[in-house]
């Protein structure tokens, strides 16, 4: 079995078929990161190119690490250091990078719908590393692949998403695909970072954080997002803290085996308490697959067909 599309755009229409044969791929891969020599030569003549318009560590060095433990050759642009700084446009930028034969380009954008903008007009494979308010396909995947590699199953798990989730990218992509997966979502924060017909997608809407941890089996923290918000969205940080973040007495609320997880970068103190964060979460494991993930992603949108 293949991917239908050439791109990876977002997690939503995705069906469970195709996230369940990244999740395996990505298990055949797993074990290439625990090698002394990290490296299968499955993209070996490919060339990946990293494009990203926003900050990022973990998924910025996944892909390169990912890439580079597949044989490609990977490349990064920092866009402050590009001619983007000069005033050329994504699709100018993308188009001469698509000239010097890329074959698979990975773009985080602040502007929703910016992979898919390139993607329609380029060859190349585009994988959206996170675009705007609207999806993280690779994150919610490396959450999924978590859950079921912690959990054994995804299906019948309760998980339950805490936070802004109006601005969260992360929480659209894994609430389209846990609820692909057969999860029942649970998503809570204040009425104003939430959007209103988000239970539309599958989910059901709590503001009380003690209800909705209560009996859960997964607990996703969100971080805030305080340069995408408009401002006056709550009163202040330690308000928030004390009402939608995740302490170790809240904890104590879901299943006494739940797994804890956050995409990071984490506010320590604001969304999670540094004791649960260094505890018994999975936060760093959640990182880890991220590479195995990534290598999943791109071995399957360059064809497949693993012979290593
Ligand atoms: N989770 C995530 O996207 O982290 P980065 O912003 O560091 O890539």
Do not use: W
Not at 21 to 46: H, M, N, Q, W, Y
Not at 200 to 215: C, F, I, N, P, S
Not at 220 to 228: C, N
Not at 239 to 257: I, P
């Amino acid at each position: 079995m293949a991917l239908a599309s050439k791109d990876l755009l977002g997690i939503q229409g995705m069906t469970a078929d195709e996230i369940g044969l990244i999740l395996d791929t990505a298990s055949s891969f797993k074990d290439v990161s625990e090698r002394d020599i990290k490296k299968v030569p499955s993209l070996r003549g490919k060339t990946v190119i990293n494009l990203f318009y926003e900050a990022s560590t973990r998924t910025r060095t996944s892909f390169e690490l990912a890439g580079k433990r597949l044989s490609a050759d990977v490349l990064n642009i920092a866009t402050s250091t590009s001619s983007v700084a000069k005033g050329e446009t994504l699709l100018d930028t993308a188009r001469n990078i698509e000239a010097m034969k890329c074959d698979i380009l990975i773009l985080r954008h602040f502007c929703s719908g910016a992979p898919e903008f390139l993607a329609s007009r380029l060859t190349s494979s585009i994988i959206n590393g996170g675009d705007g308010f609207h999806e993280h396909p690779t994150q919610a995947l490396l959450d999924m692949y978590t859950i079921r590699e912690k959990r054994g199953r995804i299906e019948g798990l309760t998980v339950t998403i805490v936070g802004d989730i109006a601005h969260s990218r992360v929480a659209r992509s894994n609430i389209y695909g846990l609820n692909t997966m057969g999860a029942e979502i649970r998503i809570c924060g204040p009425a104003t970072m939430m959007p209103r017909d988000i239970e539309r997608l599958g989910a059901k809407k709590y503001h009380d954080m003690d209800q909705a941890v209560e009996g859960a089996d997964v607990i996703m923290m969100l971080r805030l997002q305080l340069e995408r918000q408009a401002t006056g969205l709550f009163p202040g940080v330690r308000e928030y803290a004390r009402l939608y973040g995740l302490s170790r007495e809240r904890l104590s609320r879901a299943k006494q085996d739940a797994l804890v997880m956050h995409p990071g970068p984490i506010n320590r103190g604001v969304e999670i308490s540094s004791d649960v964060a260094d505890g018994t979460s999975v936060i760093l494991d959640q990182v880890t697959n991220g590479v195995a993930v990534r290598m999943a992603v791109m071995f399957l949108l360059s064809g497949g067909a693993k012979g290593d």
